[in-house]
């Protein structure tokens, strides 16, 4: 015969039930709001054959708005209509950033074959998109919601982008499984990360909560596979590389080539003025 269960445990759970601050479906609803608006932004995302009908898109768009207003009651610092109207308004904005990530990988990755392609397949620019959205809930100081935005897209790729991160225009990522990037990075334009990179802290402690605790990347530089790019003073300059694999504690000159110490000799870069980094 089983032991029958501790009343006092029993009664420690039905409050913890009835402290919940949300739906108990938030999860869900946090991921209903990011496929329609996704949805509605690129019809790679929709669920369904779409009508190239404006009428149609506004629905989708009030469809939207209701959605977020049940997922923003009281987690932000105004009413919830009023954040949703407020990221309704930086749809336009956040379409056409996205747009430009999208022309950036095909750009740069051989293997895309076009703009389709990207949007349909590749985890980087799904990640991307997602971010962009999340960030735009960081900047109005609304909780949880953008963090679980976040963890949906880390389940699903392995790249972990934390909402405050800020990230500039056509940002492209390759593969991506393995990346993280912390709250406080800043990320210039025209940046390219390939998988398992880490713009990450050098120090974890409590105490450094709100500070700048993560590295600032310049506009125009490539980030090779295992870099790890750590300290909120570390700031790589524009148009450097940074090779796999290294491990960076302090800032990096722009136009640098930074790489492990390789046995095997290695042609120097045409640009005399190109700073080459051993490390």
């Known amino acids: 015969m089983s032991t029958p269960p501790d009343p006092a445990w ?37 669920g369904a054959e779409v009508a190239g009908d404006p009428a149609e898109v ?75 959205m999340a960030h735009s809930f960081y900047r109005m100081r609304v909780k949880i919601f953008p963090r679980l935005l976040a963890a949906w897209v ?15 225009d056509s940002f ?25 990179v880490t713009l990450g802290a050098l120090s974890v402690s409590k105490a450094l909560a709100g500070a700048k605790r993560h590295p600032t990347i310049g506009n125009d530089v490539v980030i090779y596979a ?11 300059g524009d148009g450097s590389v940074i090779g796999g694999n290294t491990w960076i504690t302090a800032s990096v000159p722009a136009r640098s080539v930074v790489t492990h110490q390789d046995p095997v000799t290695r042609a120097k870069p045409a640009d005399p003025e190109l700073l080459d980094f051993v490390i």
Do not use: C, M
Request: hydrophobic share 45%; aromatic share 6%.
């Open 10 to 46: 029993l009664a420690e759970i039905a409050d913890a039930r009835r402290a919940y601050p949300f739906p108990r479906t938030y999860r869900l609803l946090v991921k209903q709001v990011a496929r329609t608006a996704l949805g509605i932004l690129f019809p790679h995302y929709h």
């Open 58 to 132: 506004a629905r989708e768009l009030a469809t939207l708005r209701s959605l977020l207003v049940t997922a923003l009651a009281g987690v932000g610092p105004e009413p919830a209509e009023r954040l949703a109207d407020r990221f309704l308004a930086e749809l336009p904005a956040i379409r056409t950033a996205l747009l430009r990530d999208a022309e950036a990988i095909r750009a740069w990755d051989p293997a895309a074959e076009n703009l389709h392609e990207v949007l349909l397949a590749y985890p980087g620019f799904f990640a991307i998109a997602v971010h962009r």
């Open 154 to 168: 880390h389940a699903r790729t392995a790249i972990d982008i934390h909402p405050g991160a800020q990230v500039g």
């Open 172 to 196: 492209a990522i390759d593969h991506g499984t393995g990346i993280v990037i912390g709250e406080s990075a800043t990320i210039g334009d025209r940046v390219k990360i390939y998988q398992g």
């Open 226 to 236: 295992g870099a790890t790019i750590l300290g909120g003073k570390t700031e790589i």
